[in-house]
């Protein structure tokens, strides 16, 4: 967690931490912009926000939060993948001579794409709430 995170997790301004650490102001603004801080500043700034140094030195990662129509996509596509393939091997090892397992991804295939698009927000397509009234 960046130390500006740190900072306003613990409601503090940039003020109040310049106190508790002994740090300047300006210092704390050029190392919430990105600049390297020497390890005696990094020690101060840790112990103030009660933090091991490390957490100071650990890049910011990115989470992302998956909204739940977006989770229930993968989870349908994980079936679909498990499903097909195993249509796939009933289809090819049963003694008929035409594949049908092919209009089964191809209908099923179809609602997935749709059901992806509209999770991830291109647009909505099987939105059951009509809105033109």
């Known amino acids: ?14 003020e109040v931490l310049s106190e508790q650490s ?5 210092t704390l603004q050029r190392i919430e912009n990105g600049k390297t801080a020497n390890l005696t500043t990094l020690k101060a700034l ?8 490390i957490q ?10 998956w909204s739940q129509s977006q989770k229930a996509f993968i989870s349908h596509l994980i079936y679909f993948v498990v499903v097909m393939f195993s249509l796939i091997v009933i289809n090819i ?4 001579n035409h594949s049908w397992v092919w209009w ?8 997935l794409l749709f059901e992806g ?4 927000g291109v647009f909505n397509v099987l939105d059951s ?5």
Request: aromatic residues 10%.
């Open 129 to 133: 709430d009509d809105t033109s009234e």
């Open 1 to 14: 967690m960046s130390l500006k995170q740190l900072r306003i997790q613990k409601g503090w301004s940039q």
């Open 104 to 111: 089964v991804f191809l209908g099923w295939g179809l609602y």
């Open 46 to 53: 840790a112990d103030a926000l009660g933090v091991e140094v």
């Open 93 to 96: 090892t049963s003694t008929q």
């Open 56 to 65: 100071l030195t650990q890049p910011d990662t990115p989470i992302y939060n």
């Open 117 to 120: 698009l509209e999770a991830f």
């Open 22 to 26: 002994n740090i300047s102001v300006r």
